[in-house]
C-alpha cells in the first residue's frame, strides 16, 4: 500500500485534509499508518468544505474551523496536529487578497489550547504571509507552483530568505500532468523520466521547498522517490528556467 511503501522508503511528510472525500483520505492514512513513527509530520487543512455537487465552499467561522480540527483529530487518530495550513478561499483557484485575521485567530486559539503543534498557510499572497505573522507563526506556505506555473518566484525566494517551507501543490501539474517539448528534450539526455526531471527541478529551485507530489500507483511512487537523487546538469536548469517564459 502506497502510504506504507512511502514512510518505509523514508518519506515523513505527508499531505492532506479531512475535506478529501471527505474523511477518506484521512482514514486510508490513519489504518495504513497508525501508530504514527515520531518523526512522521501530518500536514493537513482547514477552511474548506465540499458542496453536495463537490464544490469547493469557504468554511471560515469560528464554529466550522474548530470542527475541522476535531474532524482531523478524530480521523487521523491524533491528539494534536503537526501542522494545519488554512487554506484561504477568496478565489478558490488562486491567492487573492482578503484579510485572514479572523480565521487565523482561531487556528491560534486552537494552537493555544494544544490541538495544533504548527500553522501554515495555503493559497497565500506575500500580505496575507506578513499579516499571519503578526498572529501566530508561519512555519509553511502551500501554493500553486511547478515547472510550468512560476506566480510565486518572488515569494519562494523571500520565504526562503525567512527559513520559512514552501510546499508546491501540483508539483506535476496536478489534474493535468506537465506535458511540455523542452522537458521532454531535457529528459530524453537524462536518464530519467519527465516527472522525475520536474521534481529534481523543485529540489534544485530553493533550499525550503518541500515536495508532496501525489499518485495512485506504486510504481510513480518509487519514480518520484529516486527524483531526490537526480542532478540536474547547469544546461537542463536553464532550459526548463526558459519554460516559465514560455507558458507566461
Ligand atoms: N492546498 C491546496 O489548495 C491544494 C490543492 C491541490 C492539491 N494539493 C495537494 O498537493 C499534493 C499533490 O497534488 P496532486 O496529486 O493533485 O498533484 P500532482 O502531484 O501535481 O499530480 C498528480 C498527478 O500526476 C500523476 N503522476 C504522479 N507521479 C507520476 C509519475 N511518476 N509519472 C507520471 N504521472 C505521475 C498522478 O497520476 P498517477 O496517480 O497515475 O500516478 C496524478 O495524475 C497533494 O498533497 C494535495 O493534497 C493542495
Same mark, same amino acid.
Given at each position: +500500500?502506497?502510504?506504507?511503501?512511502? *514512510? ?31 518523526? @512522521? ?9 465540499? =458542496?453536495?455537487? =463537490? ?27 503537526? *501542522?494545519?495550513?488554512?487554506?484561504? +478561499? ?28 504548527? *500553522? ?8 496575507? *504571509? ?17 515547472? $510550468? ?10 520565504l526562503a530568505r525567512e527559513g ?27 536518464? $530519467? ?16 521547498? @518541500? ?5 495512485? /500507483?506504486? =510504481? ?8 531526490? /537523487? ?5 544546461? $537542463?536548469i536553464e532550459e526548463l528556467n526558459? +519554460? ?5
Open positions: +500500500m502506497a502510504p506504507r511503501l512511502a *514512510v518505509a522508503s523514508g518519506v515523513n511528510h505527508i499531505d492532506t485534509s479531512d475535506f478529501y472525500g471527505p474523511h477518506v483520505t484521512n482514514q486510508i492514512i490513519r489504518e495504513a499508518l497508525h501508530p504514527y513513527r515520531d518523526d @512522521l509530520v501530518i500536514v493537513t487543512k482547514v477552511g474548506a468544505r465540499r =458542496g453536495p455537487d =463537490g464544490s469547493w465552499i469557504p468554511a471560515f467561522s469560528r464554529h466550522e474551523l474548530t470542527e475541522a480540527v476535531h474532524d482531523n483529530l478524530r480521523n487521523l487518530g491524533l491528539d494534536v496536529l503537526d *501542522v494545519v495550513n488554512l487554506r484561504i +478561499m477568496f478565489d478558490v483557484h488562486g491567492p487573492a487578497e482578503g484579510s485572514i485575521e479572523a480565521p487565523l485567530t482561531v487556528l491560534a486559539d486552537l494552537q493555544r489550547q494544544g490541538l495544533v503543534r504548527h *500553522v501554515g498557510l495555503s493559497n497565500a499572497t506575500s500580505r496575507q *504571509v506578513a499579516e499571519g505573522r503578526g498572529i501566530t507563526d508561519i512555519v509553511c506556505v502551500q501554493n500553486q507552483y511547478n515547472l $510550468a506555473h512560476r506566480a510565486d518566484d518572488p515569494l519562494i525566494d523571500a520559512t517551507a514552501y510546499v508546491p501543490f501540483f508539483p506535476l501539474g496536478g489534474f493535468t500532468p506537465l506535458q511540455s517539448s523542452t522537458l521532454s528534450k531535457v529528459t530524453e539526455r537524462l536518464s $530519467a523520466t519527465p516527472m522525475q526531471v520536474a521534481l529534481a527541478w523543485l529540489l534544485h529551485r530553493a533550499p525550503n521547498i @518541500l515536495l508532496i507530489p501525489g499518485t495512485s /500507483s506504486l =510504481g510513480h511512487l518509487r519514480e518520484n522517490l529516486a527524483a531526490a /537523487s537526480l542532478v540536474l546538469p547547469d544546461e $537542463a526558459r +519554460m516559465a517564459d514560455i507558458a507566461a
